[in-house]
């Protein structure tokens, strides 16, 4: 696959060029002399670790439990500076890296199984349970490096804190890349235990799931991504990993499913991206550079994403504004219309002054102006040349439905839902603008059940 | 071992900044935002590059203001992700402080040439040297760290004080408090400031671990005793000063059962705190785990009618 090993380095460096470019005494040699096994080594391994954690993240970001991460890692640095001290007076390497991970895996799950217990045990929250591991362990963990530092050989173990993935070699990048391929594995074949477990533990645990061993395997596997994101991206950023994909995520989907994938892809992508921009730049570490580039992910999802973004709830919520600001108009109209005519049966349609319609509602003359100029672009109401206001045919007939919605729905309250005529206004108005013609028909089949059809039912209140 | 004065100005140095965030600390566990301490003694980095970089000095003044600023940047960014964004408290705290940190990383090693700021030193402190830094007030010679932890814990204690049954509302019932006309997200980010300043001014000192730990830990160990209030303030600042105390014996005695010299002393406070809350939730008088268990071993649950006393923290 010679390939893929020399397009895909150059189609980072296109991509990362502008950044690059930017540096002083960039050069261009340099891009090509990283194109080496080693860059390739730290860019695989922390896009794998990426994709894990996205994965895991997207379940822990369900559980409202993202910040376990945070304790998690920071659990881990005791068990780091203890399996040093051992392996050193061992005699062994000291900085042997799956002894320093299992050390780090063994205090993680101390430290997980400590949380656990304060929150099934007292009745503190879940956040001081994480705060308190976290700052606990930490606080043993730099007294056990503060021991340690005069062994020696300690140099450099304070990396795990801040990462290194330059120091990732061959032998490294296995054991990421296994880790991290069982994590994601494993979380897919137990997706539909813990999409339950996220969604509605006590009904899981009411079904006989074993809620508890759910819970330690999904953090047991958090864990895991943390030990092998320590010497990645340090113990700090690799809770970026964990917390920001998913929230990322989050934006785009309602879907779980959908969401992991995304949250996987968007960590596979944002490690491969930092990773490669911080091998390419001279000076910027990779873990920084990755946290920043899901950051910027996050932030774009937030802002653009249709389903759930900022923007894409601000449009929708502006186009349901503007829709009851039209019908409140239409339905006010028509109004005066029936009051004008009560005497004489259905109301016709002629011009009235725009001062009425201003006191049907409380409108600022502005707010008024502004949905009147909306409507007469659509074609319901003129202004006459007396400054006075007419409904055109079509928006007769929009204002006697729109009127007609609110009245059956206003007599489905009082016949149904026991709410008294003087009151019904103001509840009528929080759904009729939602109603779908399906339910109106339905409305209508229930309300001729109960004899209390007309084809444009009165007001049940003085209008 | 022998205490000399030395070891009783770290002592004292340490007890300060311990109390003087057990007191907001009772008010953000009981808010549930023991997090925001850690979020934001992590996300103080950039302020402190960057303070470093416009000043070119490393004057406490200037880093003190940058750092203090985007600490309370940190609470207002979390606060604006998680209700525009509708995006999970907890998750928000984490994506904004760990993205402030990575800037702050990244500011730091870029300017690297010029900079001589270690994160490691703002993560760990540096509490052993404090007798060494004096200042000199009238006829003392005190510990600058002394000095202004002391002025800090008098403006938090200040704050609790003044503000005692506005936070208590806001903390219990937010909703009753805004109806009352104590704007509880006022208080919330006078809170978050309140933090952010002792934070800072204590992590220059001694280190973050203690701030995060002094925060969380004593109130935690507080509220396994006690479901009120006001015990639970002064439980929590007496946990505090005495985690400091056992910290830094623990910090000198605990490496030389392995040959090892005196540790990080700001480390083994936080152990130490860990310790008492251990003490508080096997022993608690009245919920202890043990306590529980003994009780209901001997058969004569006798506590069960007297009912739970007014709840200091039943809302989950």
Request: net charge neutral.
């Amino acid at each position: 696959m010679w390939w893929n090993r020399s397009s895909v380095p150059l189609l980072l460096a296109l991509l990362t060029m502008p950044c690059a470019a930017s540096e002083e005494g960039f050069d261009w040699t340099d891009v090509l002399f990283l194109r080496t096994h080693n860059t390739w080594v730290v860019v695989l391994s922390t896009a794998a670790l990426g994709v894990a954690a996205g994965m895991v993240g997207s379940f822990l970001l369900l559980r409202k439990r993202s910040l376990m991460g945070d304790a998690l890692s920071h659990a881990t640095l005791p068990g780091i500076g203890i399996a040093f001290a051992v392996m050193s007076v061992a005699g062994g390497d000291a900085k042997c890296l799956p002894g320093l991970l299992l050390g780090a895996t063994v205090s993680g799950v101390l430290g997980l199984l400590v949380m656990l217990g304060i929150g099934r045990t007292t009745r503190l929250r879940d956040d001081v349970a994480m705060g308190l591991v976290l700052s606990v362990f930490f606080g043993l963990g730099v007294a056990v490096l503060g021991m340690v530092q005069r062994l020696p050989d300690a140099a450099g173990l304070e990396s795990f804190i801040y990462g290194k993935p330059a120091s990732i070699v061959l032998a490294d990048f296995h054991w990421i890349v296994s880790l991290a391929g069982i994590v994601t594995v494993v979380s897919v074949l137990l997706f539909k235990e813990f999409k339950l477990l996220c969604f509605d533990d006590g009904f899981a645990s009411s079904q006989g799931w074993p809620v508890l061993v759910l819970d330690v395997l999904l953090l047991g596997m958090v864990t895991a991504v943390t030990v092998i994101g320590l010497q990645a991206v340090g113990l700090i950023l690799i809770i970026a990993f964990l917390i920001t994909p998913p929230a990322a995520a989050r934006f785009w989907t309602d879907h779980l499913p959908t969401m992991a994938l995304l949250s996987a892809v968007i960590g596979g992508i944002s490690g491969w991206l930092g990773a490669s921009i911080s091998a390419l730049t001279p000076d910027l570490p990779a873990g920084g550079v990755i946290v920043v580039v899901a950051a910027a992910v996050f932030l774009l999802s937030m802002f653009l994403a249709p389903a759930r973004g900022v923007i894409g709830r601000w449009l929708r919520h502006a186009r349901l504004r503007q829709k009851i600001g039209r019908q409140h108009l239409l339905r006010g109209a028509y109004e005066i219309l029936e009051v004008d005519q009560s005497r004489s049966g259905a109301p016709d349609n002629h011009a009235f002054p725009r001062g009425e319609l201003q006191g049907k509602r409380t409108w600022t003359p502005r707010e008024l102006g502004r949905i009147l100029r909306r409507e007469a672009r659509r074609g319901h109401i003129e202004e006459l040349a007396d400054g006075r206001l007419r409904l055109t045919e079509e928006g007769f007939g929009e204002a006697a439905r729109i009127t007609r919605n609110h009245r059956l729905w206003e007599m489905y309250l009082v016949t149904h839902a026991d709410i008294a005529p003087s009151h019904v206004d103001r509840d009528a108005d929080m759904v009729e603008h939602v109603l779908e013609a399906d339910l109106v028909q339905r409305l209508e089949a229930a309300l001729r059940k109960q004899g209390a059809w007309v084809p444009q039912p009165r007001s049940p209140h003085r209008i | 071992m022998n205490w000399t004065s030395f070891d009783l100005w770290i002592v004292a140095a340490g007890a300060l900044c311990a109390v003087a965030c057990a007191l907001p600390g009772c008010f953000l566990v009981l808010r549930r935002m023991s997090m925001m301490g850690d979020a934001i003694s992590h996300a103080v980095l950039p302020g402190l590059a960057a303070a470093f970089l416009i000043t070119g000095s490393r004057t406490s003044l200037a880093m003190f203001v940058g750092a203090a600023a985007v600490g309370v940047l940190t609470a207002i960014f979390t606060e604006w992700i998680s209700r525009f964004g509708n995006v999970d408290r907890g998750a928000a705290m984490g994506i904004v402080f760990t993205t402030l940190f990575a800037i702050g990383l990244l500011m730091i090693r870029r300017a690297a040439g010029r900079v001589d700021l270690d994160p490691g030193c703002v993560l760990y402190g540096a509490i052993e040297l404090t007798p060494l830094d004096t200042l000199t007030i009238g006829p003392l010679d005190l510990p600058r760290v002394v000095v202004v932890m002391g002025v800090v814990l008098i403006l938090n204690l200040a704050m609790v004080g003044l503000l005692f049954k506005e936070l208590r509302l806001s903390a219990f019932d937010p909703g009753l408090s805004d109806t009352l006309g104590f704007s509880s997200r006022l208080l919330h980010y006078l809170l978050m400031t309140v933090v952010a300043v002792t934070t800072v001014a204590a992590f220059e000192a001694v280190g973050s671990i203690i701030v995060i730990a002094m925060l969380i830990v004593p109130a935690g160990a507080a509220l396994l005793v006690t479901r009120r209030l006001v015990p639970m303030l002064l439980i929590a600042c007496g946990v505090a000063a005495a985690s400091s105390a056992i910290g830094h014996w623990l910090a000198v005695e605990v490496p030389s059962w392995f040959g090892a010299e005196a540790t990080n002393s700001s480390g083994m406070m936080a152990v130490a705190a860990g310790l008492l809350f251990g003490v508080a939730w096997l022993f608690g008088p009245s919920e202890g785990v043990l306590t529980t268990w003994w009780r209901r071993r001997r058969g004569a649950d006798v506590d069960h009618h007297r009912g739970p006393g007014p709840a200091v923290a039943e809302r989950r």
